[in-house]
DNA sequence: CTCTTCTTTACACCTTCTTAAAATCTTAAA
DNA sequence: TTTAAGATTTTAAGAAGGTGTAAAGAAGAG
């Protein structure tokens, strides 16, 4: 996936400057903007992923730059804003703002709440539609919120890592998932290595899953891809 | 549109009341849990469109309640917690959760917030189902999210390269695409000795979209430049 | 410490890719 | 139409690389 591109609008040099090294030191591509036209002008050329938006703004208030850009977009707003006010918190997020952080704000909880911003954009992209908190399909079934897997009437016992990647395959059933998807969805990172890891996971799932005379084959591997889950009747 | 049902998850009594009487006012509906694992019942049997969630619970940490709904749900979690400290909102946030608020909380702001999600929520329902992702071309088919191929009924076996050059193909119908073309997307180089490799794969391609008695005519070999796809009927 | 889970390694097995050669097709000039 | 040169398809076999499995060592929880 492509960098996240952040448009910063912020007139405060300084302050400006701690944003796009932070930005810059965690991967994010960024563009700058010290006014309010300049923002509407950049957030329309550029269209970035983010919009990271000062309200004090030398030209045009703050609230307002956020009423234009809304008139045409719904890339997510960030508020970065001096003013601790409820009523401007308010105004501003009824006016379109995704979130609202007051001055001065810890460099951390930006980086936190960019990565939220993030997910769910992905997370819109890849629609996934996961909602039932049981998942069926032939004899397995998960039930998420107790935690517990079955095979027909019999609870299968599985490891942390076996049930997360059960997960994420029945989360995405009859679609292939690359090795680095599921690795990265696992452990969160994705060393070359772990490919070795995930297929000796995938062997023991596959003998707790399959084992019965049933026989139902539920994981198929995709050769030089990664593994999916199919739908059986 | 349906009234919002919101999961109030709050063991003190006085904010809870607090909390419902503001949702009540507001035309909002609502349930109740006071521990982690009523609101993961909760969360699992009755759907809510919001979760507020306070992290301070007698039984599990509130950060746990999150990620065990995460594992099937991706409802809208606002943290409101008597933790003030970044180190709680950055593992809060990046456990799963969308929005934190610390106690004591404005009633006003809370409101803005969640209008915010719901802003959101409706945003993606119109959202979703735009990224359709599958190629029909008479009797062949491409679902690209799911890296499937399929010939009437039946799904197609491809290696990764036969895939590769068919997605490229697709992507381009009609159109003549030259034999470096097609080398430099699918291997990233381009030296001259791949065409005989490429020959080879279009042969193997052929020999299994056109191999029914169908016998429609995907793929068009153009001496001397290279081969196209043609739109079926 | 003991038990479980995770990682690593080794190896047999299988699929896919490349290469080369033969067969077939296309094109155009005689 | 015949012929020849060049391009393409087909086939086959070996090379390269991916996969499943078992087993042993490492790490971590109780």
Chains 1, 2 share one sequence.
């Not at 910063?8 to 040099?13: F, G, K, R, T």
């Not at 208030?61 to 508020?79: A, C, F, M, Q, Y």
């Not at 003013?83 to 001065?104: F, H, M, N, Q, V």
């Amino acid at each position: 996936m492509n960098k996240t591109l952040i448009l910063v609008v912020e007139d405060d040099a300084p302050v400006c400057n701690l944003i796009t090294t932070t930005l810059k030191t965690h991967n994010y591509k960024y563009i700058v903007a010290a006014n309010g036209e300049n923002a509407i002008a950049e957030a329309s050329s550029h269209n970035p992923d983010i919009i990271l938006l000062d309200l004090g703004l030398p030209d045009i208030d703050g609230v307002e730059v956020i009423k234009r850009i809304r008139t045409w977009s719904n890339t997510p707003i960030i508020v970065i804003s001096a003013r601790s006010e409820d009523a401007d918190k308010i105004e501003a997020l009824d006016s379109g703002a995704d979130d609202y952080l007051t001055k001065p704000f810890s460099v951390e909880e930006l980086l936190a709440r960019l990565r939220v911003t993030q997910r769910r954009l992905v997370m819109i992209q890849s629609e996934v539609n996961v909602n039932q908190s049981v998942f069926t399909n032939g004899k397995l079934k998960i039930d998420y919120a107790a935690g517990c897997t079955y095979l027909g009437e019999n609870e299968l016992h599985l490891t942390p890592s076996e049930y997360k990647i059960l997960c994420l395959l029945a989360q995405n059933v009859g679609k292939v998932l690359t090795h680095t998807f599921i690795t990265q969805n696992v452990w969160g990172k994705s060393l070359e290595n772990d490919i070795a890891s995930l297929r000796v996971f995938m062997a023991t799932l596959r003998k707790k899953i399959e084992s019965e005379q049933d026989s139902s084959q539920y994981i198929q591997t995709h050769i030089g891809v990664g593994y999916r889950m199919l739908k059986v009747e």
